[in-house]
């Protein structure tokens, strides 16, 4: 493992690494914010996944989110959206291939050789940022549209990983709309039957009920360009209301898709994990 950048920040360090990795074959570079306390103690994990187009840069440059990691005393991590390098399946589309890993497990080629974002996200990066950092295994997950779904999708399948989930303008269904429904067919067939272990609305569906499951805490912009086509947080709504999912949706007026709305509430998203990583 490689640091390839460290600045000082709010008394803590933001760093970037690169590392091999073994569920995506190939070299990957994540985001890592060590707020002050991580130098005394172990402290908990917020795992960040951003959305189409991103790299490990996009948050820890635009979020704002180091000053509140800081105060909360909450580590960062915010990994690269999919497996990179010139021996990796690519298109030529921004919504497909790098840059737009949709953070689950390819099963069809020529994608299933290197796309194994779900496996990467909760198994690997974890056992390696516990085992480098001074890094607790209390963790939550948080992300941004394509990420904002990974965010999900990943709390949703491994509710024993996560103590608490959030989400901005997250893609909540989507199998039912064209961002989604175009990357599924690439990585995971035209079997939609398929596709439900990937779609959040879908789990929410099918998660058994337990007393302890962790709210669902989305933000979304009303003037977001994508709100209709590809967001659509009213399936979310339905499915959360149809099975008594604990969902806490809240929506913005006049804010749109960009980072400007995730740095103007991602304190409030980090007060609300550091809650829940405190128990
Ligand atoms: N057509 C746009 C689409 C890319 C885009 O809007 N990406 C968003 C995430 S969208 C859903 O996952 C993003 O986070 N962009 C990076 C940023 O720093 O804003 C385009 O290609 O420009």
Not at 150 to 163: E, I, K
Request: hydrophobic share 40%; aromatic share 10%.
């Amino acid at each position: 493992m490689q640091k390839v950048e460290t600045h000082a920040c709010f008394g803590g360090v933001q760093e970037v690494w690169q590392h091999r990795s073994q569920a995506l074959d190939c070299d990957m570079r994540f985001g890592i914010y060590l707020p002050s306390q991580a130098r005394e103690a172990r402290c908990p994990v917020l795992y960040w996944l951003s959305g189409l187009t991103c790299t490990e840069q996009n948050f820890i440059t635009k979020a704002g989110a180091q000053r509140y990691a800081a105060e909360h005393g909450v580590i960062v991590v915010a990994p690269d959206t999919s497996p990179r390098g010139p021996q990796v399946a690519d298109a030529e589309r921004y919504d497909l291939g790098q840059g737009a890993g949709f953070y689950l497990n390819a099963t069809h080629e020529p994608w299933s050789a290197h796309y194994r974002m779900h496996d990467y996200i909760v198994e690997e990066l974890p056992r390696l940022v516990e085992a480098q950092f001074n890094a607790s295994d209390a963790r939550a997950i948080s992300g941004h549209s394509m990420g904002g779904h990974g965010a999900l999708v990943l709390a949703l399948r491994n509710p024993d990983r996560y103590r608490s989930v959030s989400a901005f303008s997250p893609i909540v269904a989507p199998a039912q709309v064209p961002w989604g429904e175009q990357a599924f067919t690439a990585y995971l067939g035209d079997d939609r039957d398929a596709w439900r272990s990937w779609d959040a609305s879908e789990l929410v569906r099918s998660t058994p009920a337990q007393a302890n499951r962790p709210v669902l805490l989305v933000d979304q912009g009303e003037a977001d360009e994508f709100l209709a086509t590809q967001l659509r947080p009213e399936l979310l709504e339905a499915a959360c209301r149809e099975t008594g999912y604990p969902l806490r949706l809240r929506r913005h007026a006049g804010y749109d898709h960009s980072y400007y709305f995730i740095a103007s509430f991602i304190g409030e998203h980090i007060a609300h994990h550091a809650a829940a990583l405190r128990n």
